[in-house]
């Protein structure tokens, strides 16, 4: 496993304002003596009301529109299948104008849904009760994958008769596979108008971690909407199934001996608590930080309303009015009949808040954390709770923020230095085998950096081992499995307000100036 494990977990970096890349490393340190595991009490969101325009639909306020889609003459005989109800955010301009105690710009909701093969896209007036709007399939795309289709589209192959065979003929039994649809898109003239996917078998025989033994070649496209198998390509009956020794990830399940001496467990004090506040449930304040935060159905987690407190005169000045993730493409670099689709787009395909779990208290986010559910809709039209989706906390790592020393010239004998001490709002999405970590992290300097990390697909082979690297998609990680090279683009939405709305993308490009033999003198190259 340390070999494999190792291999598998790819790092990527990207800049977006300044962009880190978090360390991958999981303790298991709630498992360790030393650590209690203290919980936030959770939050009844049964009678909440919202607090701020930009504020997150409310259980109460999804339980309207679905009321109010239920009476809609359209839907009256067939309830369409709920893919999102959103808040239809206000206008900048007047979310900018507002102000605590003022009454709320209209509280409007955005619903994409589905009925018989159409999207429909809908407008919903909370106040006044009523569909203001209501398009059908308004652009060419189709709505992110519900839960429903996820799991339909994953039992689809077993009533095909040539998936069976083929399956039977390798010798696996159906109760050891695991199919999913990793895949949505358009894959030729054949499915023009059509709601497919394409759907890949593992086996989990052995192990949990199925993603390491994949029933390579094996690819059926199937219709969301009729479940019908469109098209059944095998071309892997060669290729055998990676084996599964060696494969569980999980911690209990680590046979072998670490080799490397021994963690103490680790924690940062805070004896006084934390010094953040989340007031009103999105509104959080920290140092010289107010922002707003909240759980989206795609983006995670979405932070609006910047603004950094000037040091001078204590005014608050705008930073940023929105920053979200806004999609993440990775395409993997391999043509093969089985390989050449997969190219994901995981928070428009997939959601990467509908992909969050719940965040494990003290592994995945440290003490003191304060812990923030998004709530959403079902597929049929009311509302969930994901609870400890994004965690906040304030991180330390025993380095330094500023320093100086002085009193050797002079009588003022200097020492000084302050503790870097930043504030991380945290979310976690699990998009199939890939587990995705956004930090935004606030530094009081005024920096905000964008930190996230990642893991790769891996492929089956024939090969035990390489025989020709250059011919392969990627390099040989183990017996039988190739870890295919591929790219991980990440696009951020960022509306900058620095000191307002009326300011523009600059790039620097710095450039060094090469001098010439002899031409140096006096100048700092
Ligand atoms: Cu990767």
């Known amino acids: 496993m340390e070999k494999t494990s190792c291999l598998h977990f790819c790092f990527i970096s990207c800049l977006v304002l300044f962009i880190i890349v978090g360390s991958w490393y999981r303790s298991s340190i709630s498992s360790l003596p030393g650590y209690s595991l203290q919980t936030q009490k959770p939050i009844d969101h049964s009678a909440k009301t919202p607090y701020h325009p930009l504020d997150p639909l409310t259980v109460k306020e999804i339980n309207r529109v679905r009321t109010i889609l239920s009476s809609y003459e359209p839907f009256s005989f067939t309830f369409p299948t709920i893919h999102t109800i959103l808040l239809d955010e206000p206008d900048k301009v007047q979310v ?3 102000r605590k105690g003022d009454p709320f710009p209209p509280r409007k909701a955005q619903v994409l849904a589905l009925l018989n093969g159409q999207s429909h896209v809908l407008n919903v007036d909370l106040d006044s009760r009523r569909v203001t709007g209501h398009a059908i399939n308004p652009s060419s795309g189709y709505p992110v994958l519900s839960m429903d289709d996820i799991s339909a589209a994953s039992k689809a192959p077993f009533s095909n008769a040539e998936f069976n065979k083929s399956i039977a003929a390798r010798w696996v039994s159906s109760s050891e596979l695991i199919c999913l649809p990793p895949s949505a898109g358009w894959f030729g003239p054949n499915e023009e108008g059509k709601r497919v996917v394409k759907v890949l078998c593992f086996s989990n025989q052995g192990t949990p971690n199925f993603y390491m033994r994949p029933i390579e070649g094996l690819v059926m496209t199937v219709d969301l909407d009729t479940l019908e198998v469109l098209k059944f390509s095998d071309t892997g009956r060669d290729i055998p199934i990676p084996k599964s020794a060696d494969t569980d990830y999980r911690y209990t399940a680590q046979k072998k001996e670490q080799k490397m001496e021994p963690l103490n467990p680790i924690s940062i004090e805070q004896p006084k608590g934390r010094s953040f506040r989340v007031e009103d449930g999105h509104i959080v304040k920290w140092a010289n930080w107010v922002f707003h935060l909240k759980a989206d159905h795609r983006a995670g987690l ?15 000045r705008d930073v940023m009015y929105r920053g979200f993730a806004s999609e993440f493409f990775v395409p993997y670099m391999d043509l093969d009949e089985s390989w050449y689709f997969k190219s994901y787009m995981d928070a428009g395909e997939y959601g990467l808040g509908m992909s969050a779990l719940p965040l494990v208290p003290l592994n995945d986010c440290p003490r003191h954390s304060y812990y923030m559910d998004g709530i959403f809709a079902t597929p049929d039209g009311n509302p969930f709770v994901q609870p400890n989706m994004i965690c906040l906390f304030e991180r330390y790592a025993g380095d330094i923020s500023w320093r100086h020393s002085d009193g050797l010239l002079t009588d003022f004998q200097i020492r000084e230095a302050r503790p870097k001490v930043t504030l991380v709002a945290r ?7 890939y587990d995705y970590i956004f930090d935004w992290e606030f530094q009081t300097d005024g920096l905000i950096n964008v930190g996230l ?15 020709n690297q250059d011919a ?15 790219d991980h683009f990440v696009t951020f939405h960022l509306d900058m307000d620095i000191d307002g709305a009326n300011n523009s993308f600059v790039n620097v490009n710095l450039v060094k100036e090469r001098s010439l033999p002899g031409e140096s003198l006096g100048r700092a190259t």
């Open 96 to 98: 900018l104008k507002w």
């Open 302 to 316: 979405v932070i609006s309303r910047v603004m950094v407190r000037d040091s001078e005169n204590g005014e608050l």
């Open 427 to 433: 979310m976690a999405a699990s998009v199939g085998n």
């Open 453 to 467: 990390s990642g893991m790769l697909m891996v492929k089956g082979s024939p090969y035990h081992q390489a025989p």
């Open 472 to 486: 392969m998609s990627g390099p040989l990680i183990s017996e039988n499995l190739i870890g295919v090279v591929h």
